[in-house]
């Protein structure tokens, strides 16, 4: 059963939660960095854990981590994991707290080169899912496959977001730039 099929069957409060996200966000392009970085941070948390569970927390994810701004996260000094970690409204698990950290620094660098994280990931495009996994291990912290498949599917880069017969899937197919659209 796809993620499009199965929130017709959730209860009603699960279901407004899960819907908004796959109605105006799942595999929707996002051209700004910060967006993309919190995007990756929200799939790194979501290892082992439930999407739904990500959901509930992302405004307090947003408020822990100054809502993704990549500058101010890799600036981030042990008092600030320290103060992540005792923070219970995320996710408090000391790998994924640091593959914040030090994949915010990664983008800098990334940006210094490319221009923007968006740039960087234009300038890949496009590759196979065990392509993408490979290069996201040699550059990311904390990225296997199904964070590295599920990051790019959200963020319209592979395929899979939302099913043909989905009506959301046309509305992704048009906000994608050409480019993107080349498998």
């Not at 069957?9 to 392009?29: S, T, V």
């Not at 959200?154 to 899937?169: F, M, P, R, T, V």
Request: charged letters at 30%; glycine letters at 4%; one cysteine or more.
């Amino acid at each position: 059963m796809s993620y499009c099929s199965a929130i017709e069957y959730m209860p009603e409060d699960r279901k407004a939660l899960h819907k908004a996200y796959h109605d105006k966000l799942y595999g929707f392009p996002i051209h700004d960095d910060n967006e993309l970085f919190c995007r990756l941070v929200l799939e790194i948390n979501q290892a082992g854990l439930s999407w739904e569970t990500i959901l509930k927390k992302e405004s307090t994810f947003r408020k822990a981590y100054h809502n993704f701004n990549i500058k101010k996260v890799a600036a981030y000094t042990d008092a600030d994991r320290k103060r992540l970690l005792a923070d219970a409204g995320i996710i408090r698990n000391r790998l994924k707290v640091n593959a914040a950290i030090e994949n915010a620094k990664t983008i800098l660098q990334l940006q210094k080169e490319y221009g923007s994280f968006q740039k960087w990931l234009e300038n890949h495009h496009p590759k196979t899912k065990e392509e993408w996994v490979k290069l996201f291990k040699k550059t990311f912290k904390f990225t296997g496959g199904e964070i590295v498949n599920e990051f790019l599917m959200s963020i319209g880069y592979l395929s899979g977001a939302h099913s043909e017969d989905c009506k959301i899937h046309k509305s992704v197919l048009k906000a994608k730039p050409m480019w993107l659209k080349v498998k």
